[in-house]
């Protein structure tokens, strides 16, 4: 809930985009799909993919299911250390610990994790424009 309630400070049009977006997948989804209407009622988010990479590193990497003016979120969980999220192309290292949650775009920026002795779980929260297109929402 607090990711989804900091995205309309920093990406107002975004924000509103994505609660349009659930609106109708919801909507939709009342009436083609029971059990995914029934699992949006638990769904406490306005991005609509959330993705947990346990133990694993990120090599530099853009993802293009994404817009360039989109914000994802990268949750940084589990207890490690060491850990560095760079993004290159605007010269910055990240000291990436626990707690620690980046916005940024990532189809626009190329970004990645190194790999850690211990255990390391980002969470990334993001939309896919197939998603949007198929609603119909910009």
Do not use: K, R
């Not at 049009?13 to 977006?21: D, E, F, R």
């Not at 990479?53 to 090599?59: E, G, L």
């Amino acid at each position: 809930a607090i990711l989804s309630a900091s995205l309309p400070i920093m990406h107002p049009p975004l924000y509103n985009a994505s609660c349009q977006a659930m609106q109708q997948l919801s909507e939709w989804s009342a009436a083609n799909d029971p059990e995914m209407a029934a699992a949006l009622q638990h769904w406490p988010m306005v991005y609509t993919n959330i993705s947990m990479i346990a133990n694993w590193s990120a090599p530099l990497h853009c993802d293009l299911q994404s817009h360039a003016d989109w914000y994802d979120m990268l949750v940084s969980v589990s207890n490690y250390s060491e850990c560095t999220l760079d993004i290159p192309s605007l010269g910055l290292q990240f000291d990436y610990q626990p707690g620690t949650v980046v916005a940024f775009s990532s189809q626009l920026l190329w970004h990645g994790v190194n790999d850690v002795s211990s255990n390391h779980c980002p969470l990334a929260f993001y939309m896919w424009d197939n998603i949007h297109n198929w609603l119909g929402v910009p």
